[in-house]
């Protein structure tokens, strides 16, 4: 039982590649399958650690933020406020004095 004509080579040709061509698909579908798997592992993995190290990061900057803003609100009460009210005052004083002698200058002359 050999291979005798070119009808034969032609016949064992479409086997053998059908076969391989099989197996081939067979061993695709099978690396995806895993691929696919392990991607999806690792998705998970990755989102159990991003959240558990990420979300207490978060937490603390946000008692960061509150710890500043309270600060700001802190110094801008107590030591901004006064000193721009101080300077107000002592700005108005030194225009009412402009404004006192040119009244002064004019009626003196």
Do not use: C, W
């Amino acid at each position: 039982m050999g291979i005798d004509t070119l009808q034969d080579v032609r016949d064992v040709t479409i086997i053998s590649f059908t076969i391989a061509g099989t197996v081939l698909f067979l061993v695709g579908i099978v690396l995806s399958v895993v691929v696919g798997g392990m991607t999806f592992a690792t998705v998970r993995k990755v989102r159990s650690v991003v959240s558990e190290n990420v979300h207490p990061t978060l937490e603390n900057v946000r008692e960061t933020t509150e710890n500043v803003r309270g600060t700001v609100a802190f110094i801008s009460d107590h030591a901004v406020t006064p000193v721009v009210r101080t300077y107000g005052v002592f700005a108005g004083a030194r225009r009412f004095i402009v404004v006192v002698s040119r009244f002064r200058r004019r009626s003196g002359d």
